[in-house]
């Protein structure tokens, strides 16, 4: 069988992009990295890549991490003017004893190998960060889309009582609109014709973060995780949960010692709950893909959604929650 997920909504194209080199015979490997380079080309995403959300400083800084079958892995972090941050992951698990690269290292790297140089920040970041730079308070506030289908933005305080950001945000069946918009990375899974997973993870990370602040994504084990012989399993959300938890790690080692996959995903969001920073504004979204290709997904939360697509599943979008999975409504 072949078949790949993608995080978010905005993870459909990319997923459809990773399901048709699948089915063209491309390695998982080489599916997810596609699947992962479109988002990131992708400049309507502003969580991801070009176009992805500044810094507090204004500056673009992109996390990636990239996993093979064979427990292969690279990562960068903290990345500059550079697009497609996965083939930098990739080539530094192909070209390096490393598995990590930050910084400048990481950039002079990129330039070494012969990427290309792009200025990350679109004119619409921008004007979002300037925006958010007004803001009293700022490091405790949050965007949100005002609308789905709509490019107007809302500022949210990420520190109202809990009940109350619930239920703005986080109602069930609310509509896509009232998501918050401060993060999604993308995360792609996939499983190839020879039986073999990858994974791969690429984002801009939180919006308006701290200068220099990294997220779960680039984290081996936190923001991706993959043993071929057992499971993948990539996260998203609010990357400082994944990271005091080992989402990814704990989930494989769970399915490892016989776990069902989505109860899995279950018991690792068990573990967040439990993280005593855990706050109601702050969403958590786990996939995974075992080795005999039984998938899940799952969320700390309503408000995560997942593409998903085989031999057998056209590409379908599904709302996820801690407990369920339905088809959504595009
Ligand atoms: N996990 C990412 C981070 O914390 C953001 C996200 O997935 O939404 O950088």
Not at 267 to 284: H, M, N
């Amino acid at each position: 069988m072949i078949l790949s997920l993608s995080t978010w909504k905005h993870g459909f194209h990319p997923n459809q992009v990773t399901i048709e080199a699948l089915n063209s015979g491309k390695s998982a490997l080489d599916a997810v990295e596609l699947g992962a380079r479109d988002c990131e080309s992708d400049i309507a995403c502003m969580s991801v890549g070009r176009g992805g959300l500044p810094d507090a400083t204004g500056e673009v800084t992109l996390d990636a991490s990239i996993m093979d079958h064979d427990g292969n892995c690279g990562s960068v972090a903290f990345v500059r003017n550079y697009e497609h941050v996965i083939a930098v992951a990739r080539r530094v698990m192909e070209k390096t004893p490393h598995v990590m690269l930050a910084g400048e290292g990481a950039e002079q790297f990129a330039e070494r190998e012969g990427f290309e140089k792009t200025d990350l920040l679109t004119e619409k970041a921008k004007s979002l960060w300037e925006q958010w730079m007004a803001q009293p308070d700022k490091l405790h506030v949050r965007l949100r889309r005002a609308e789905e289908g709509t490019q107007e933005y809302v500022f949210v305080h990420g520190d109202e009582p809990e009940e109350l950001v619930w239920r703005r945000e986080y109602t069930p069946g609310a509509t896509q609109g009232q998501q918050e918009n401060s993060h999604d990375t993308i995360g792609v899974l996939a499983m190839d014709s020879a039986g073999r997973l990858a994974g791969a993870c690429t984002t801009s990370g939180l919006a308006f973060k701290l200068h220099g602040r990294v997220g779960d994504s680039p984290i081996i084990g936190a923001g991706l995780y993959v043993d071929g012989r057992v499971a993948a399993a990539v996260a998203t959300g609010d990357g400082e949960l994944m990271m005091r938890a080992c989402s990814t790690f704990h989930i494989v080692e769970m399915v490892r010692q016989g776990i069902e996959p989505a109860e899995a995903c279950e018991r690792a969001l068990e573990r967040i709950r439990q993280d005593k920073r855990l706050t109601g504004d702050k969403q958590c979204g786990l996939m995974v893909i075992r080795a005999d290709g039984v998938w899940a997904g799952r969320s700390l939360r309503p408000g995560f959604q997942l593409a998903a697509a085989s031999d057998v599943l056209p590409n379908t979008l599904f709302d996820i929650t801690a407990n369920s999975m339905e088809k959504a409504r595009f």
